[in-house]
T-cell receptor, first 109, second 114 residues
Framework: GQNIDQPTEMTATEGAIVQINCTYQ??????LFWYQQHAGEAPTFLSY??LDGLEEKGRFSSFLSRSKGYSYLLLKELQMKDSASYLC??????????WGAGTKLIIKP | DAMVIQNPRYQVTQFGKPVTLSCSQT?????MYWYQQKSSQAPKLLFH???????NEADTPDNFQSRRPNTSFCFLDIRSPGLGDAAMYLC?????????????FGPGTRLTVL
């Protein structure tokens, strides 16, 4: 089977750093996406990784290790508006997008 | 601004009463997707169109149908909604459906079944 594993929920403090992990087992790999989804809203694109290493985009960075089937999303200088769910999704060899259930991130003042 | 639009944002229907959800896009993307998402779950792909080529996921119930009359519009028809069909329905588009192809989502339609 194919699956994406992420923690269900995480809590962090405003101004701090948090790392959200994602491990995947899919039939082939053609890239990994991170999306942000605020409650009751649609997912919005954050990042795409297809090569190993770290991609930095402002306060958000995404890391990929294909050999380990592992990615993380790193959020720095957390703001209250970062409270949302973060979904990891992998494109497999059939170009299907396999989604994780998301990690709900709660930011406390 | 180029975007994906869904109407209505909130839809209430009665058990068994057919309902149609609509999606339009100004991005001129070839691929359109319909997802069902229940609370705290991953989006579940129901259908996708590559241009007019329709692709049905194997586990999509027969109760769900879709139409794409032109590049810009796509509809989701639920023929006889059950209580278990209450969910957020997300429409998304992408350029090619291939690798590195980002999907862009509309705001979603939240369906309530009474």
């Amino acid at each position: 089977g194919q699956n994406i594993d992420q923690p269900t929920e995480m809590t962090a403090t405003e101004g701090a750093i948090v790392q959200i992990n994602c491990t995947y087992q899919t039939s082939g790999f053609n890239g990994l996406f991170w999306y942000q989804q605020h409650a009751g809203e649609a997912p919005t694109f954050l990042s795409y990784n297809v090569l190993d290493g770290l991609e930095e985009k402002g306060r958000f960075s995404s890391f990929l290790s294909r050999s380990k089937g592992y990615s993380y999303l790193l959020l720095k200088e957390l703001q209250m508006k970062d409270s949302a769910s973060y979904l990891c999704a992998v494109i497999n060899s059939n170009y299907q997008l396999i989604w994780g259930a998301g990690t709900k991130l709660i930011i406390k003042p | 601004d180029a975007m994906v639009i869904q109407n209505p944002r909130y839809q209430v229907t009665q058990f068994g009463k057919p309902v149609t959800l609509s999606c339009s896009q100004t991005l001129n993307h070839n691929v359109m997707y319909w997802y069902q998402q229940k609370s705290s779950q991953a989006p579940k792909l129901l259908f996708h169109y590559y241009d007019k080529d329709f692709n049905n996921e194997a586990d999509t119930p027969d109760n769900f149908q879709s139409r794409r009359p032109n590049t810009s519009f796509c509809f989701l028809d639920i023929r006889s909604p059950g209580l278990g069909d209450a969910a957020m329905y997300l429409c998304a588009t992408s350029v090619t459906g291939g690798e590195a192809d980002t999907q862009y989502f509309g705001p979603g339609t939240r369906l309530t079944v009474l």
